[in-house]
T-cell receptor, first 113, second 111 residues
């Protein structure tokens, strides 16, 4: 069972470069989200989507774009990478309903130099 | 003030010990509550949901006190494999499906 798949797992970028973190889920979940996790900060929500064609901002959206053209895919784009975006990024999905489990991808370790 | 607060620890306990973690949340409209476990350099995974009546899963017991806006996790007979970070997670009514995560409490179980 694939679950939530993120790529790449590791990436080093230079300041100013752009890139896309890919996320795909095969559970037909309506809700998908991106979090970043920094030491001492916990998980913070970047962007989320409640269905294809619908996206919204989370707690820390600046510097990131998302789109949701299909139920399965939810890519995260870094427009112009900055050292402050060095972090671990987790994609997650869940079915609708507040009690349903959220499933995370394995994480993408990004370093911006 | 952060919406979900936890004691960061670390909690260092010997094998077999009982350890309790606490979590407080600031918004009384919070609706669903969870404990997640995160191993080093891994993704968080659901440990257990927390119900108003309290619930138990093997050695793990979760309690919710809505009046005090307080959640707890009790681990009995600690194992070395319990060493991890435990995240308190809250879903706010009306927030869609976004979850609020505490920063986590680190547990190290020693031989």
């Amino acid at each position: 069972n694939a679950g939530v798949t993120q790529t790449p797992k590791f990436q080093v970028l230079k300041t100013g470069q752009s890139m896309t973190l890919q996320c795909a889920q095969d559970m037909n979940h309506e809700y998908m989200s991106w979090y970043r996790q920094d030491p001492g900060m916990g998980l913070r929500l970047i962007h989320y989507s409640v269905g294809a064609g619908i996206t919204d901002q989370g707690e820390v959206p600046n510097g990131y774009n998302v789109s949701r053209s299909t139920t399965e895919d939810f890519p995260l784009r870094l427009l112009s990478a900055a050292p402050s975006q060095t972090s671990v990024y987790f994609c997650a999905s869940r079915s609708t309903g507040t009690g349903n489990t959220i499933y995370f991808g394995e994480g993408s370790w990004l370093t911006v130099v | 003030r952060k919406e979900v607060e936890q004691d960061p620890g670390p909690f260092n306990v010997p094998e077999g010990a009982t350890v309790a973690f606490n979590c407080t949340y600031s918004n009384s409209a919070s609706q669903s509550f969870f404990w997640y476990r995160q191993d080093c350099r891994k993704e968080p995974k659901l440990l257990m949901s927390v119900y108003s009546s309290g619930n138990e899963d093997g050695r793990f017991t979760a309690q919710l006190n809505r009046a005090s806006q307080y959640i707890s996790l009790l681990i009995r007979d600690s194992k070395l494999s319990d060493s991890a970070t435990y995240l308190c997670v809250v879903n706010l009514l009306g927030s869609g499906y976004a979850l609020n995560f505490g920063k986590g409490t680190s547990l190290l179980v020693t031989p």
